[in-house]
T-cell receptor, first 114, second 116 residues
Framework: AQSVTQLDSQVPVFEEAPVELRCNYSSSVSVYLFWYVQYPNQGLQLLLKYLSGSTLVKGINGFEAEFNKSQTSFHLRKPSVHISDTAEYFCAVSGPGGYQKVTFGTGTKLQVIP | DAGVTQSPTHLIKTRGQQVTLRCSPKSGHDTVSWYQQALGQGPQFIFQYYEEEERQRGNFPDRFSGHQFPNYSSELNVNALLLGDSALYLC???????????????FGSGTRLTVV
C-alpha cells in the first residue's frame, strides 16, 4: 500500500515570490506520482505527473516537480507565483501501471498575498 | 471534447434516506473511480469500476455501492445515510491503456451531498 504526507497544511507567499510545496510518499514498490490542483467548489485538475524517465517533471501553469527516490519526495515548485495560483494542491501516489487506485494527501492550501 | 460530467451538483437528504449520484466519463475513458472528499480533507478512494465490475474498493462500508453501464457511465449509491456522509463526491475517469501521455485521472466538478 502507498501513502502520501503533505507536510504543510497552509503556505502563504507573496505574489511573484517562489514557492515550494512539500510531499513525501511511502511505498514498498515503485510508484507513479501526481500533483493536482483544486479551485474552490471545483474538482481536481492534473498539474503534472511522474511515471518514469526524467526525475524533473514540468507541468501546466509554470509548475514543476522533482522525483527524489532516495528521499521519497516529490516537491512541487514554481519560481514566481500569481494571485490566480491561490488554490489547494494535492499530492497523490499510485502503484505503477494498470488500474491502480490513486491515494491522495491531505492537501496544502496556497495563499498568494498581493 | 466533454470532460467528466456529474449530476446533480448539489443534494440535500435526510438521515436514513438513500441517494444515487451519476457520472459520465470523459470520451475515450473506460474506467471510473469514485472519491469522497470531506470538508478540509483530501479525497478518499471509495471504489473503481472497469468493464462493468467493481475492481478495487477502499475502506468504505457496504452501504456504498456502485454500478457501471455498457457506455462506461457510472452510479454511486449510498443507503441509510448518516450525517457523516456529508461530503463532496468526486468521479474520476481514466484509460490506463492510452499510454503515458494521457495517463491520469480527469475529475468531474463533484456532487455536494448534505445529510441533515
Amino acid at each position: 500500500a502507498q501513502s502520501v504526507t503533505q507536510l504543510d497544511s497552509q503556505v502563504p507567499v507573496f505574489e511573484e515570490a517562489p514557492v515550494e510545496l512539500r510531499c513525501n510518499y511511502s511505498s514498498s514498490v515503485s510508484v507513479y506520482l501526481f500533483w493536482y490542483v483544486q479551485y474552490p467548489n471545483q474538482g481536481l485538475q492534473l498539474l503534472l505527473k511522474y511515471l518514469s524517465g526524467s526525475t524533473l517533471v514540468k507541468g501546466i501553469n509554470g509548475f514543476e516537480a522533482e522525483f527524489n527516490k532516495s528521499q521519497t519526495s516529490f516537491h512541487l515548485r514554481k519560481p514566481s507565483v500569481h494571485i490566480s495560483d491561490t488554490a489547494e494542491y494535492f499530492c497523490a501516489v499510485s502503484g505503477p501501471g494498470g488500474y491502480q487506485k490513486v491515494t491522495f494527501g491531505t492537501g496544502t492550501k496556497l495563499q498568494v498575498i498581493p | 471534447d466533454a470532460g467528466v460530467t456529474q449530476s446533480p451538483t448539489h443534494l440535500i437528504k435526510t438521515r436514513g434516506q438513500q441517494v444515487t449520484l451519476r457520472c459520465s466519463p470523459k470520451s475515450g475513458h473506460d474506467t471510473v473511480s469514485w472519491y469522497q472528499q470531506a470538508l478540509g480533507q483530501g479525497p478518499q478512494f471509495i471504489f473503481q469500476y472497469y468493464e462493468e465490475e467493481e475492481r478495487q474498493r477502499g475502506n468504505f462500508p457496504d452501504r456504498f455501492s456502485g454500478h457501471q453501464f455498457p457506455n462506461y457511465s457510472s452510479e454511486l449509491n449510498v443507503n441509510a445515510l448518516l450525517l457523516g456522509d456529508s461530503a463532496l463526491y468526486l468521479c474520476a475517469s481514466s484509460n490506463p491503456d492510452r499510454g503515458h501521455r494521457d495517463y491520469g485521472y480527469t475529475f468531474g466538478s463533484g456532487t455536494r451531498l448534505t445529510v441533515v
